[in-house]
């Protein structure tokens, strides 16, 4: 039997709790104003995560942690699409000598990490639970430790909620972009700005669209601000970033 309502009511802890610990499998819908994540769950253990966001694709992940290139997606994409994209990418990538299982694993931990800390410090997500039959020749998730990974995705989302203020907004300024200013941004900075492209008006917003601990995202900003390419401004009643 399926169920379905407002993660405010229902909070994500207690729902992959109810899911692990009564040994479901199914797919967990999760879905806020910037992205839709879809947990796929067989006998109560996540065995994959699927986001609508390219940031935090599988191939993009193993890019920004040094493990390949975009070239190496690109072929891994080329031949998937040759087989009807029945082999995933990440075993695509694989069997062409890219990564090792290890490797994609640590991905996909990550990627689950990151889904999770995005789905805790939005407000007003909703979730769907679709029960159905998983068959799965090999879990990208079975090597992975569940637990340690919800709890440190808590820890984040506490402690960003606790220092950060959704009122806290942030703009382009209307400083033409120069193209050798462009080349010298790095990945994380290039996320925060096409978030800003596309909406994104405070650091709570911000954190969701892109993944980004406080630490991390404070840097980010601090050094987009230092170029001249953003602004952050403090509204009244909001906690001041320093």
């Known amino acids: 039997m399926g169920f379905y309502g407002d993660l405010q009511d229902l909070p994500l802890q207690d729902i992959l709790h109810v899911l692990s610990s009564h040994g479901k499998s199914g797919r967990l819908t999760l879905s806020i104003p910037t992205d ?21 694709r599988i191939g993009q992940l193993l890019i920004d ?25 990440g075993d695509m990538l694989v069997e062409l000598g890219f990564v090792n299982h290890q490797q994609i694993w640590k991905a996909v931990a990550a990627q689950f990490e990151a889904s999770l800390f995005r789905i805790l410090i939005q407000p007003g997500g909703t979730f769907v639970f679709t029960p159905e039959e998983v ?13 340690p990974i919800v709890l440190n995705a808590m820890r984040m989302a506490d402690e960003w909620l606790a220092t950060h203020a959704k009122r806290d907004t942030v703009s382009l300024t209307d400083v033409p972009f120069v193209p050798e200013i462009l080349d010298r941004l790095e990945r994380p900075e290039l996320d925060v700005l096409l978030a800003i492209l596309n909406g994104a008006t405070n650091t709570f917003d911000l954190a969701a669209k892109t993944g980004r601990s406080r630490d991390e995202l404070d840097e980010v900003l601090d050094r987009l601000t230092t170029l001249g390419l953003i602004e952050r401004t403090a509204r009244a009643g909001a906690v001041p970033t320093t």
């Not at 942690?65 to 990418?89: F, K, N, P, S, W």
């Not at 068959?135 to 637990?147: A, F, K, P, V």
């Open 65 to 89: 942690q040094g493990y390949i290139t975009e070239e190496h997606v690109e072929q891994a994409l080329a031949l998937q699409a040759v087989e009807d994209g029945r082999t995933r990418l």
């Open 36 to 56: 839709e994540i879809t947990l796929v769950f067989h006998r109560g253990r996540v065995a994959s995560v699927t986001t609508s966001d390219e940031s935090l």
């Open 135 to 147: 068959e799965l020749d090999e879990s990208l998730m079975e090597e992975i430790r569940i637990e």
